[in-house]
């Protein structure tokens, strides 16, 4: 059985890119709305990447309880959303073709 969005989707006959891009905020949108549910608030870039890559640790511990690695892949995430607000998405693209080529 298809859920709602699907129907929805097929029913405007979209591209597979279109469904996926659909499919992916559905799914951000109902992992923002069990986040404000557990907390009464939206979360953090740092609890977003958590809450996306490991759903049941950002929902059921605080930050304490993250392992070492994700405590840096949720800064980093955080650290880059910062830099794309405050930079503007050009100049970090700029930055990334530089650190692509010094690899």
């Known amino acids: ?15 597979a890119d279109d469904t996926e ?3 992916l905020f559905y799914r951000l949108g109902l992992l923002i709305g069990k986040f404000h549910r ?4 939206l979360p953090t870039d740092y609890e977003m990447y958590a809450l996306w890559n490991h759903e049941e640790l950002a929902l ?8 070492p690695e ?3 892949r949720c800064k980093d995430f955080a ?3 910062e830099q794309l607000r405050s930079s503007g998405k050009d100049e970090v693209d700029k930055q990334d073709a530089g650190d692509k080529t010094a690899t």
Request: hydrophobic residues 30%.
């Open 1 to 15: 059985m298809l859920s709602q969005p699907e129907i929805q989707l097929k029913a405007l006959n979209a591209s």
């Open 21 to 23: 891009i659909c499919m």
């Open 38 to 41: 557990s907390y009464g608030r």
């Open 60 to 67: 059921g511990m605080p930050r304490g309880g993250y392992s």
């Open 70 to 72: 994700l405590k840096q």
């Open 79 to 81: 650290q880059r959303c």
